[in-house]
């Protein structure tokens, strides 16, 4: 799992246009985004999930196996209290079973058809700013929330006082995210050569 963020900055752009006749006016055209305070965004273990061999004989003939959940700390630390959503962006969207829930994990390199499992991702036990806070969600880019500790593909991720469903403006989150992740059916999955699990996710800071 990779995390990123995306910082908007100061852009001056220059755009000039001309004619096969030479025009006594060009257009000029400035253009740029002015941040709030900047936010740096912190995982733990560098972001990395390692499930280790599993064992294909392990594994469910007709339905999922569930692995153990794996816990990862994130925190995110703005200069001053700053409102920013946390969006899920799914590098192997491709893959996933059910794209409007679950991040995929990627194909079967020798059978590039077969999707391996998905992968959950929640956030538990938020503290904003030394305080409980309540994780929301929004399908509509950040027009109307509701609580939902699950942070499905593409879904903007806030915090706000817990029973609020407005975010609330945060100088320092730490949270744990957990992750859930689990193999599809043996059945309909190669097994004869090892098979590497390839989930990735982008975690993209959006202010608002």
Request: include cysteine; aromatic fraction near 6%.
């Amino acid at each position: 799992m990779n995390t990123s963020t995306r910082i908007p900055t100061l852009l001056l752009s220059l755009l000039a246009t001309t004619t096969a006749l030479a025009d006594s006016s060009v257009q000029l055209a400035v253009q740029g985004a002015l941040t709030p305070s900047a936010c740096v965004v912190l995982l733990s273990k560098n972001g990395i999930i390692d499930l280790g061999r599993i064992p294909a004989k392990s594994l469910n003939k007709d339905e999922f196996t569930v692995l153990p959940s794996q816990i990862l700390e994130l925190n995110v630390t703005c200069g001053s209290p700053t409102l920013y959503a946390l969006v899920g962006m799914d590098n192997r969207a491709d893959s996933s079973l059910a794209p409007g829930f679950f991040y995929g994990l990627g194909k079967n390199i020798h059978a590039p058809v077969e999707r391996l499992g998905s992968v959950a991702f929640s956030y538990r036990n938020p503290v904003g700013d030394g305080q409980a806070v309540q994780p929301l969600a929004s399908s509509n880019n950040g027009a109307s929330w509701f609580p939902e500790p699950n942070a499905y593909p593409r879904n903007y991720m806030a915090f706000a006082q817990p029973g609020a469903i407005v975010p609330r403006p945060l100088t320092r989150l730490d949270t744990l995210v957990r992750i859930d992740t689990s193999i599809n059916a043996a059945m309909y999955l190669t097994l004869d050569q090892e098979v590497p699990l390839d989930g990735s996710i982008t975690l993209d800071l959006r202010y608002l």
